[in-house]
C-alpha cells in the first residue's frame, strides 16, 4: 500500500512511515493512493459474511500486500474482538451501537487496530514505542486499552484533573502493565500543551520513540470502514438496500471512514453530518465557506471541535467533483437543549437511552428523513459511546435507567494509579526521564 499526503500526492510513502509518522511533514494528512472498489459480488452479498470476515477482505484490498493474510486476519482477530450490532427502533430507524469494545466508544476500532499494527511492524530489536496521549476522555481510553499488553510499546496518558466522567478516569487509570496515567491539574489544552511540546524536545526525542498515535493516524481511519460495511450486510439480512448513515461528528475521522467505504463501492444513498453547535461543516455544506472557529464547550464534549482535522481528508476524497460532496452529505447542528430534548425522546419513544454525541445523530436523521419525499431509506444513525460514560450529562431519570456493562461494573473495585502534575513543561519532562 503506497500513501500520499494531501498537500503533495508526488509525496509517497509505505503504510509502515505513515503509519509511525502520523502526519507528513508538509502537514497534510496521508491517504490511500489507490482506493480500490471491491468486488459486485462481495458488495451484493455483504450478508453472508461476519465482521472479522468482511473486515479482512476490507483491509487486505486496501493494505495489498503489506501484511500476509494469515498474520492480517491474526491482527482484526484480536482487534476486533467485539460487536457492532445495528438495532431498529422503529421502521427504517435503525442505530448501530458502536459502544461495544473495552472503551465503550467506537475509537476502539480505530485504537485496536492501530496498536497492533504498531506492534506487529516494530521489528525485533526495535527501540520501544513511546505512546503520548492527551486525552478529554474518549480518546485516551481507548487508546490505553488498545495498547494495554502489546509488546514494545508504552502509553502515558495526560488527562485533565477533575475533568473527566468516574468511568472514563477508571479507564484510563486501572490498567497497569505498559499503561502510566498522568492527571495534569489543568484543562485538557494543558496536557494538549505539553503533548505537543514533548514531540519538539531534542532531549525526550533522544531519548524516547516518541508517537502521538493521535486520530489523524490513518491506522485509525481504516478500521472504521469495516464497521459501515458490516452495518449495511445486517440490513441486507432485514431485507434493506437503501440506506443512509448519520454520523455524530467532531473530527471528522467517523464520516470520513463512512466515504472511504462508499469510496470503495458500499451503496450508501446518503451521509448526515451531525454536529453540536460547532457547525462548521453543517455551515461549509449550507453556504459552500469553509471557516474554522474556536470550539466551544457543550455537552457533547466528544464534538467540540471548531476546525476538524479530517475535514481535508474528506474533501481530497472528492477533489475532482466537488459538488458531488454537498450532494452526498448533508449538515445538521444541534443546540444543548435540543440535544436533551433528544435525549428525552430517545428515552420516552423507544425506551433507549442514547449518549449526547448519539442523540444529536439520532436528531439529525429524523429531519433529514422528514424531507424525504418518501420513507423508503432505512436510515442508521451511528451511537459513538456508551451512555454510562456521561451519568452527569443526562437528565436524572434517563441516567436512572442505564444499564451499566459487567466489565465496567469491575472497575470499580479496582485502584486508581496516577501520577499527579501541574502543567508545567519541565514537571511534565523530569517526569518522563525520571520513569524511563
Ligand atoms: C470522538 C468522538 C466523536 C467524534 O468522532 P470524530 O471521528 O472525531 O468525528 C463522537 N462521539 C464520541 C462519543 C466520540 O468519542
Known amino acids: 500500500m503506497k500513501l500520499y499526503s494531501t498537500n503533495n500526492p508526488l509525496h509517497q510513502v509505505t503504510l509502515k512511515e505513515a503509519l509511525f509518522n502520523s502526519m507528513p511533514q508538509d502537514k497534510g494528512l496521508y491517504m490511500p493512493a489507490a482506493v480500490p472498489r471491491l468486488n459486485e459480488n462481495f458488495l451484493t452479498n ?147 500543551a505539553l503533548v505537543k511540546q514533548a514531540f519538539t524536545d531534542p532531549e525526550l526525542n533522544e531519548k524516547f520513540r516518541l508517537t502521538s498515535a493521535n486520530s489523524i493516524n490513518i491506522a485509525r481511519l481504516i478500521p472504521q470502514t469495516f464497521y459501515y460495511f458490516n452495518a449495511y450486510a445486517q440490513l441486507l439480512k432485514m431485507g434493506k438496500n437503501k440506506v443512509a448513515f448519520s454520523v455524530p461528528s467532531g473530527n471528522f475521522g467517523n464520516l470520513g471512514a463512512g466515504i472511504l467505504a462508499w469510496k470503495m463501492g458500499l451503496p450508501v ?38 476546525n476538524p482535522s479530517n475535514w481535508v481528508r474528506i474533501q481530497d476524497m472528492f477533489k475532482d467533483s466537488p459538488e458531488q460532496l454537498a450532494k452526498l452529505v448533508s449538515g445538521f447542528s444541534f443546540t444543548d437543549e435540543e440535544d436533551l430534548e433528544a435525549i428525552e425522546r430517545l428515552h420516552s419513544y423507544y425506551n433507549y437511552v442514547a449518549c449526547p454525541h448519539t442523540a444529536i445523530a439520532w436528531q439529525a436523521l429524523k ?24 451519568p452527569d450529562v443526562l437528565p436524572a431519570h434517563v441516567a436512572g435507567a442505564v444499564k451499566i456493562p ?31
Not at 415 to 422: D, E, I, N
Request: overall charge negative.
Open 46 to 192: 455483504l450478508d453472508n459474511y461476519t465482521l472479522p470476515e468482511i473486515a479482512f477482505h476490507v483491509a487486505q484490498h486496501l493494505l495489498g500486500d503489506d501484511i500476509p493474510a494469515e498474520d492480517l486476519k491474526d491482527i482484526i482477530r484480536d482487534a476486533i474482538n467485539f460487536y457492532a450490532p445495528v438495532v431498529e427502533l422503529e421502521e427504517n430507524v435503525y442505530v448501530l451501537e458502536l459502544f461495544h469494545g473495552p472503551s465503550l466508544a467506537f475509537k476502539d476500532f480505530g485504537a485496536r487496530f492501530m496498536s497492533r499494527l504498531m506492534g506487529y511492524f516494530l521489528e525485533e530489536g526495535e527501540k520501544q514505542l513511546d505512546v503520548l496521549v492527551a486525552t478529554s476522555g474518549d480518546t485516551g481510553g481507548a487508546v490505553a486499552l488498545g495498547f494495554l499488553g502489546v509488546p514494545n510499546t508504552r502509553v502515558t496518558i495526560l488527562y485533565p484533573k477533575g475533568k473527566v466522567s468516574g468511568i472514563q478516569e477508571l479507564q484510563l487509570t486501572t490498567n497497569g502493565q505498559n499503561v502510566r496515567a498522568v492527571e495534569v491539574d489543568g484543562t485538557f489544552d494543558d496536557c494538549q
Open 269 to 306: 444513498c446518503h451521509f448526515i453530518a451531525a454536529t453540536n453547535v460547532n457547525d462548521t461543516v453543517p455551515e461549509f455544506l449550507r453556504t459552500g465557506a469553509y471557516q474554522p472557529k474556536p470550539s466551544v464547550q457543550t455537552i457533547s464534549n466528544a464534538m467540540d471541535v471548531g
Open 367 to 390: 429531519d433529514w428523513q422528514q424531507d424525504q419525499p418518501t420513507g423508503r431509506v432505512a436510515g442508521v444513525f451511528l451511537s459513538t459511546a456508551h451512555p454510562c460514560k456521561f
Open 406 to 436: 459487567e466489565h465496567v461494573e469491575n472497575l470499580h473495585s479496582k485502584t486508581k494509579q496516577a501520577v499527579s502534575l501541574g502543567k508545567d513543561f519541565a514537571g511534565f519532562k523530569k517526569y518522563l526521564l525520571d520513569n524511563a
